[in-house]
């Protein structure tokens, strides 16, 4: 007889959010607040930040279902062929440095820019780069405490 884990169970609920945004905020924060993520971002150009953007994604979808074998993205939940848990974990990751960010007035402390152009540009960088390590404490606390 052959012993199988058990699996998660398909559906996304609410709490798996919750769990990822406990994630995702706790290991933002002290990127959000460090002047050399906002120099860093005032250096980067656009294809720099967007490819930051798909190596977060890669991160993220790497997290929830090649490191957890438990995980079926088929049998989740999905939009538009994207798994909800997925969606929900890059919202969180991208969102939680962005929160961080304006509750801090992290862009009027670092940005010596006067133009809204240039304030946007770093900005979006600065998440770019805040979220390479926000989407590793949401996926890392959906996978743990998803039992």
Same mark, same amino acid.
Do not use: H
């Given at each position: 007889?052959?012993?199988r884990?058990?699996?998660?169970?398909?559906?996304?609920?609410? %709490?798996?959010?919750?769990?990822?945004i406990?994630?995702?905020f706790?290991?933002?924060?002290?990127?959000?607040?460090?002047?050399?993520?906002?120099?860093?971002?005032?250096s980067?150009?656009?294809?720099?930040?967007?490819?930051?953007?798909?190596?977060?994604?890669?991160?993220? &979808?790497?997290? @929830? &279902?090649?490191?957890?074998?438990?995980?079926?993205?088929?049998?989740?939940?999905?939009?538009?062929?994207?798994?909800?848990?997925?969606?929900?974990?890059?919202?969180?990751? *991208?969102?939680?440095? @962005? !929160?961080? %960010?304006?509750l801090?007035?992290?862009?009027? !402390? *670092?940005?010596?820019?006067?133009?809204?152009?240039?304030?946007?540009?770093?900005?979006?960088?600065?998440?770019?780069?805040?979220?390479?390590?926000?989407?590793?404490?949401?996926?890392?606390?959906?996978?743990? *405490?998803?039992k």
């Amino acid at each position: 007889m052959r012993l199988r884990r058990p699996r998660r169970p398909r559906q996304f609920r609410p %709490a798996d959010s919750a769990q990822q945004i406990v994630g995702g905020f706790l290991l933002a924060g002290p990127f959000v607040v460090t002047e050399e993520v906002w120099t860093l971002a005032d250096s980067m150009n656009i294809f720099q930040a967007m490819a930051t953007i798909g190596v977060v994604s890669a991160i993220g &979808y790497g997290a @929830l &279902y090649a490191a957890d074998t438990t995980r079926d993205p088929d049998a989740e939940q999905e939009v538009a062929g994207v798994p909800i848990r997925f969606i929900s974990l890059l919202c969180v990751s *991208f969102g939680s440095v @962005l !929160t961080l %960010a304006l509750l801090f007035d992290a862009p009027d !402390t *670092f940005i010596d820019e006067t133009t809204t152009t240039e304030i946007v540009r770093i900005t979006f960088n600065a998440i770019s780069v805040g979220s390479v390590f926000s989407i590793v404490g949401a996926a890392t606390a959906d996978s743990v *405490f998803s039992k």
